[in-house]
């Protein structure tokens, strides 16, 4: 059996919509943009929402319309993917780290006072592999300091804080489509805002710095292509009127997954919904107990791929990464509960249609292979 990490969820309704896209004259900037648009926003409980072609740009243009610049510092983790604090490097913006919470990997908000200077001007929390960060918390701090906050809400689409969407608490929500996430457009990325200010500064920056309603070759400002093209859009579309139907089988994969990995002791799951809290799926992540070494846990995800079970570490620590540690001089001990976190998770096969036999599948292999790595 070979099962991989993750597999997006397309139906005839996805190809029919692409199709009749490739069928008009218009493959981008069309209709299906404005269309995917206003549906996402309403979605999201947002006034505005920017398509752009991926999620890191999604974030790049954030950065850009808070007009956030050389010197200036942003507070975020270090267990995240990548692309949450190179987009201050792209502005030669500083990311500031602030470590994790262990119950639920996501910034640990009773320590971001203490990282602030006179130099910060914003806070990007992440919402871990869906998990919503505590957001009331988060934007008393950014109000008391008068900083801005920006949401990557990029693994957390449907995830809800207090009933509201995440991704709508703040100056300015990201959200991505890349095919490992809920939804995929392809590639893909959504930048949700109630200020009609940073939607206007996005809408222009995504489009070579011109304003709307410019003639094509007037640029007021130096922007970008980040376009999505209509194709996405369509394929965007479709998923995202089908999204409480793929958040339901997500949620139902991994209550399947917990309800056959419970007896395992010597690995804990991941966190679930607490009071007011709504979690999204966008990974099934496992965390071995303290007693065991990365370099058992690298030997685990070695032994399961070997038995056709894709996984993977999710997620080593950015500020390891070989230009962080460069760039910022980093050490071990910096972040330590993003260290042992990192060192102990694994990313095990999740996605819509996994069925009960691959997961029994997997939770024998695990079982097998755990107890062989601790002898
Ligand atoms: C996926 C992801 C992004 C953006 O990814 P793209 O591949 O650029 O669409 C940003 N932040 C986090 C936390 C992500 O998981």
């Not at 974030?59 to 942003?74: A, F, N, P, T």
């Not at 809400?153 to 991704?167: D, L, M, P, S």
């Not at 958040?247 to 690995?267: C, F, P, Q």
Request: glycine share 6%; aromatic share 10%; charged share 25%.
């Amino acid at each position: 059996m070979k099962i991989p990490l993750s597999n997006p969820d397309i139906t005839a309704k996805e190809i029919k919509a692409v199709t009749e896209v490739l069928k008009t004259p218009n493959l981008s900037f069309g209709p299906k943009l404005d269309e995917f648009e206003k549906k996402f926003a309403k979605y999201i409980g947002a006034k505005y929402a920017v398509a752009v072609n991926s999620g890191t740009s999604a974030l790049h243009l954030c950065i850009k319309s808070l007009d956030i610049k050389e010197g200036d510092e942003v507070i975020t983790t270090p267990f995240s993917f990548i692309a949450s604090a190179n987009c201050m490097l792209f502005e030669r913006a500083r990311p500031v780290f602030v470590d994790i919470r262990e119950d639920n990997f996501n910034i640990d908000e009773s320590k971001i006072e203490q990282a602030i200077t006179k130099r910060t001007k914003a806070i990007l929390p992440v919402h871990i592999f869906g998990y919503p960060c505590e957001m009331d918390k988060i934007m008393k701090i950014a109000k008391k300091y008068k900083l801005a906050v920006i949401e990557d809400a990029c693994e957390a689409i449907g995830a809800k804080y207090k009933g509201k969407n995440i991704g709508s608490f703040a100056d300015c929500g990201v959200f991505a489509f890349y095919p490992n996430k809920q939804m995929t457009t392809g590639e893909g990325g959504m930048i949700v805002t109630n200020s009609s200010k940073i939607a206007e500064m996005c809408y222009s920056l995504r489009n070579q710095g011109r304003d709307q309603g410019m003639e094509w070759l007037a640029h007021t400002r130096l922007g970008y292509n980040y376009r999505l093209s209509d194709i996405n859009c369509a394929l965007g579309i479709v998923q995202l009127s089908r999204i409480k139907e793929i958040l339901k089988k997500r949620t139902r994969v991994a209550e399947m997954y917990s309800g056959k990995l419970r007896n395992i002791e010597d690995i804990i799951l991941p966190a679930h919904n607490i009071c007011e809290i709504e979690r999204s799926y966008f990974v099934y992540v496992i965390q071995l107990k303290e007693y065991f070494s990365q370099r058992q846990r690298d030997s685990i995800i070695t032994k399961l791929k070997n038995s056709g079970i894709a996984c993977n570490k999710y997620f080593p620590a950015i500020h390891f990464q070989p230009f962080y540690k460069a760039m910022f001089g980093y050490k071990k001990g910096d972040f330590p509960v993003t260290e042992k976190i990192s060192g102990l998770t694994i990313a095990l096969p999740f996605f819509n249609n996994l069925a009960v036999k691959q997961i029994s599948f997997i939770e024998k292999k695990l079982k097998q292979i755990i107890r062989e790595v601790k002898k």
